[in-house]
């Protein structure tokens, strides 16, 4: 108890000095009320409650308070560092033994935003970039929600006659096993993050962190559930993508029935990049209780919560005729990304009842295109912007004030 209150004195004076340049909410304990926010075992190390004696370096998160709840996994944390010059900013979840314990991103001009993925119960938190330190707290308490988000991931009968029906790109991993585990992984990540930037945006728009609940398995890790399908990927192929989704949602309902479920089906049979376009195919659609996309631009997306940035952050190239549409013209690697999980949400969006709306930024008109922005503090170049591109928070991708008042609504949102 005690480390609290020391520790919390000496960010007092560190964000007491700096107030003028800092103007947004510092999360500090600035209520003279001497006792802890929280009870419970404390498990900062010690030697963390010493007084800093020389210059006071400061990390601030602008849109958590200490000791904040929410009922999903992963925390975007957005904030400032006094330190201008600093480069990376680590934030390490004392109270986890998983892979993403240690998250880690790039500050700019002395901004931030950073991820992290909290287990259940209280999790510890330190930020840190040269000698500035800040402890959190985040409390993360599962969802009850019974309604909740099944991720699909849909295969096609094996097709001996065609040798390179389910290659990936040359610049993606081979056909195996791995490269499936590969799939799920980044359905995983993609999901996580739509989940926590839908969250987001309720909380922007003042009402609390809602968002959709997801499926987890004991381990915390997003369930994938696979459903084979009873033709050969060239079959689908050419199928006209309305055609296909309805195929699709009958064979969810007959295989695989759950009344509270709004289902994201992959397409992972679509996803070759052959030049003739007419046979590689593309779906992209969402309504009733089916999201359903292809996995084309699947190969883009991050494996793991420390693979996000790099991912959003990549500019090497893609062939444009083929992956122009789905990078928004961006044609390279962190376009592909951004566009298809974007278009993802958006279809999701739709299941839950969304409609298009005239809002640019929207995630129901093409603001799911900058998905990326989201994560970042700034764009990375492409085909269009050849030089970085410092985005305004209006510039990320959103949910208008007409989508939230839907969602608002849905016992997904309840
Ligand atoms: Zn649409």
Same mark, same amino acid.
């Given at each position: 108890?005690?480390?609290?209150?020391?520790?919390?004195?000496?960010?007092?004076?560190?964000?007491?000095?700096?107030?003028?340049?800092?103007?947004?909410?510092?999360?500090?304990?600035?209520?003279?009320?001497?006792?802890?926010?929280?009870?419970?075992?404390?498990?900062?190390?010690?030697?963390?409650?010493?007084?800093?004696?020389?210059?006071?370096?400061?990390?601030?998160?602008?849109?958590?308070?200490?000791?904040?709840?929410?009922?999903?996994?992963?925390?975007?944390?957005?904030?400032?560092?006094?330190?201008?010059?600093?480069?990376?900013?680590?934030?390490?979840?004392?109270?986890?033994?998983?892979?993403?314990?240690?998250?880690?991103?790039?500050?700019?001009?002395?901004?931030?935003?950073?991820?992290?993925?909290?287990?259940?119960?209280?999790?510890?938190?330190?930020?840190?970039?040269?000698?500035?330190?800040?402890?959190?707290?985040?409390?993360?308490?599962?969802?009850?929600?019974?309604?909740?988000?099944?991720?699909?991931?849909? $295969?096609?009968?094996?097709?001996?006659?065609?040798?390179?029906?389910?290659?990936?790109?040359?610049?993606?991993?081979?056909?195996?096993? $791995?490269?499936?585990?590969?799939?799920?992984?980044?359905?995983?990540?993609?999901?996580?993050?739509?989940?926590?930037?839908?969250?987001?945006?309720?909380?922007?728009?003042?009402?609390?962190?809602?968002?959709?609940?997801?499926?987890?398995?004991? $381990?915390?890790?997003?369930?994938?559930?696979?459903?084979?399908?009873?033709?050969?990927?060239?079959?689908?192929?050419?199928?006209?993508?309305?055609?296909?989704?309805?195929?699709?949602?009958?064979?969810?309902?007959?295989?695989?029935?759950?009344?509270?479920?709004k289902?994201?089906?992959?397409?992972?049979?679509?996803?070759?990049?052959?030049?003739?376009?007419?046979?590689?195919?593309?779906?992209a659609l969402g309504g009733g209780n089916l999201a359903?996309?292809?996995?084309?631009?699947?190969?883009?997306?991050?494996?793991?919560?420390?693979?996000? $940035?790099?991912?959003?952050?990549?500019?090497?190239?893609?062939?444009?005729?083929?992956?122009?549409?789905?990078?928004?013209?961006?044609?390279?690697?962190?376009?592909?990304?951004?566009?298809?999980?974007g278009a993802?949400l958006h279809e999701l969006g739709h299941a839950f009842g969304l409609n298009h709306t005239p809002d640019p930024n929207d995630i129901m008109n093409r603001g799911f295109?900058?998905?990326?922005?989201?994560?970042?503090?700034?764009?990375?170049?492409?085909?269009?912007?050849?030089?970085?591109?410092?985005?305004?928070?209006?510039?990320?991708s959103t949910f208008s004030p007409e989508s939230i008042k839907t969602l608002l609504r849905s016992?997904w949102f309840?």
């Open positions: 108890m005690k480390i609290f209150n020391n520790h919390y004195l000496s960010l007092f004076l560190c964000v007491f000095l700096i107030l003028p340049v800092l103007s947004e909410k510092f999360l500090v304990a600035e209520s003279p009320d001497p006792e802890p926010v929280h009870s419970g075992p404390v498990s900062f190390p010690t030697g963390t409650d010493q007084p800093s004696t020389t210059e006071c370096p400061t990390i601030a998160i602008t849109n958590y308070t200490d000791g904040d709840e929410q009922n999903y996994p992963v925390a975007l944390l957005r904030g400032t560092v006094s330190d201008v010059h600093g480069k990376y900013l680590i934030v390490e979840n004392l109270s986890s033994d998983r892979s993403s314990r240690i998250m880690r991103t790039t500050v700019y001009k002395g901004q931030f935003k950073i991820l992290v993925e909290l287990v259940p119960g209280v999790n510890y938190l330190i930020l840190s970039l040269g000698k500035a330190r800040l402890e959190f707290v985040l409390h993360y308490k599962k969802s009850q929600n019974p309604y909740i988000v099944r991720a699909i991931l849909l $295969e096609s009968r094996p097709d001996p006659g065609r040798q390179n029906v389910s290659q990936y790109p040359a610049d993606s991993p081979p056909t195996s096993e $791995e490269s499936i585990a590969d799939t799920i992984a980044r359905l995983q990540t993609a999901l996580l993050l739509m989940q926590t930037m839908t969250a987001e945006r309720f909380h922007d728009a003042g009402y609390g962190r809602r968002t959709f609940s997801l499926e987890f398995d004991s $381990e915390g890790q997003i369930i994938v559930h696979h459903l084979q399908l009873p033709d050969t990927a060239i079959d689908y192929q050419n199928m006209p993508p309305v055609q296909l989704y309805q195929f699709v949602e009958r064979q969810i309902q007959n295989q695989m029935p759950a009344l509270k479920a289902n994201l089906a992959i397409a992972n049979f679509i996803r070759i990049p052959q030049k003739d376009r007419e046979k590689m195919g593309q779906v359903l996309m292809d996995a084309k631009g699947l190969f883009c997306w991050p494996r793991t919560l420390n693979e996000v $940035e790099d991912v959003f952050r990549d500019s090497e190239p893609v062939d444009a005729e083929l992956f122009g549409r789905d990078s928004a013209y961006r044609n390279t690697r962190w376009g592909v990304a951004a566009t298809t999980m993802a295109d900058h998905f990326n922005r989201v994560f970042l503090i700034v764009e990375s170049p492409s085909a269009q912007n050849r030089q970085e591109v410092y985005f305004t928070r209006e510039q990320e016992h309840q």
